[in-house]
């Protein structure tokens, strides 16, 4: 089955400097990668996602890249802001039958003032 | 629409006892998801549901766990005997068409079993 790797576990970044949060993936035939986020008590909710066509997506602050031969994407948060602070997730998910998703182990994204 | 909707939000039972876990989802998904959350393992998918049939329960972790989903706007996830292993953060999903589309989860049922 699918296994995800997500790194770095924690990460702490000054206000208005950017993050990065790296993840790998092993099935060659995955071919969705979304990414949520999860504030305390609540559930995750998804912030953006890539699909294997596609090499980077952006929405505003984030943006996501896929490097299909490497089997690894990224996020990336720019001009972040305290209301950044959460969890985020990374997941993968190969279609064609198996519909769940297989996330990495998270990110505790930490602004500092 | 409300979202997903689960209850309770938080259950404490004694180690031995049957908990039962409840989820609505979003209406006209046609896709249910049943999640685990602990700080070891992370976010594990237990069982899926397409069209209120199993799909794939791979996940499940032992026989004490079982899923049902009687009708579109309605899931359990039933543990019996419960055990102080199974404290966990249970979410449950729903989307539309299922792989490659938004996974919307409810705000979970925190379990503690003691």
């Known amino acids: 089955g699918e296994n995800v790797e997500q790194h770095p576990s924690t990460l702490s970044v000054q206000e208005g400097d950017s993050a990065v949060i790296k993840c790998t993936y092993s099935?060659?035939?995955?071919?969705?990668f979304p990414w949520y986020k999860q504030e305390l008590g609540k559930g995750p909710q998804l912030i953006i996602d890539?699909?294997?066509?596609?090499g980077e997506k952006k929405d505003q602050r984030i943006a996501v890249t896929l490097n299909k031969t490497a089997k690894h994407f990224s996020l990336h948060i720019t001009e972040t802001q305290p209301e950044d602070s959460a969890v985020y997730f990374c997941?993968?998910?190969?279609?064609?039958?198996?519909?769940?998703?297989?996330f990495g182990k998270g990110t505790h994204l930490i602004i500092q003032p | 629409d409300a979202g997903v909707i689960q209850s309770p939000r938080h259950e404490v039972t004694e180690m031995g006892q049957e908990v039962t876990l409840r989820c609505k989802p979003i209406?006209?998904?046609?896709?249910l998801f049943w999640y685990r959350q602990t700080m070891m393992r992370g976010l594990e998918l237990l069982i899926y549901?397409?069209?209120?049939?199993?799909?794939?329960d791979s996940g499940m972790p032992e026989d004490r766990f079982s899923a049902k989903m009687p009708n579109a706007s309605f899931s359990t996830l039933k543990i019996q005997p419960s055990e102080p292993r199974d404290s966990a953060v249970y979410f449950c999903?729903?989307?539309?068409?299922?792989?490659?589309?938004?996974?919307?989860f409810g705000q979970g049922t925190r379990l503690t079993v003691v």
């Open positions: 549901f397409n069209n209120n049939v199993p799909i794939d």
């Open positions: 999903a729903s989307n539309r068409q299922g792989a490659g589309t938004e996974a919307f």
């Open positions: 099935d060659s035939a995955s071919n969705y």
């Open positions: 997941a993968a998910s190969e279609g064609g039958g198996a519909d769940g998703l297989t």
């Open positions: 209406s006209g998904h046609d896709y």
């Open positions: 890539i699909r294997s066509n596609v």
